[in-house]
């Protein structure tokens, strides 16, 4: 048996009535044909639409799409930012990391120096007190 559409099929105050076999007007059949393919033309049902809940409809849609594209800029803003500071810290980072890499060469030569006029200084006193 075939399986017919039954989202659309009105419950109660039917246009047609399962007892007496007859048949929808043309007009009926041509907007039952609109909602629902599946139906046979008797089950037609009359659709009326609010024309205030169709706009508040289109309201709540726009306003959607506009919350939406709002908050995406917000966390993609946010996202670009953060992205930007921590490639600063990193470059402030390496930078320090060098600094502190020449710091500690510095300070070997300076060291090595230091050794070296002391041994040139104590070969000096030992020249002129022989």
Not at 11 to 23: E, G, H, L, V
Not at 73 to 90: D, F, G, P, V
Not at 92 to 97: F, L, Q, R, T
Request: charged fraction near 30%; charge should be positive; hydrophobic fraction near 35%.
């Amino acid at each position: 048996m075939r399986r017919h559409c039954t989202a659309n099929v009105p419950k109660r105050n039917a246009p047609w009535d399962f007892r007496s076999r007859t048949t929808p007007t043309r007009n009926q059949a041509s907007k039952r044909s609109q909602v629902c393919p599946s139906l046979p033309l008797i089950y037609t049902t009359n659709l009326t639409y609010n024309p205030r809940a169709i706009d508040r409809g289109a309201n709540f849609l726009a306003e959607s799409f506009l919350f939406g594209v709002a908050a995406s800029l917000i966390i993609a803003e946010t996202w670009r930012s953060s992205n930007k500071e921590s490639k600063r810290r990193e470059g402030v980072s390496d930078a320090i990391e060098d600094l502190k890499v020449s710091q500690v060469k510095m300070e070997q030569s300076l060291e090595k120096l230091r050794v070296d006029f002391q041994q040139q200084m104590e070969e000096e006193r030992v020249r002129y007190v022989c």
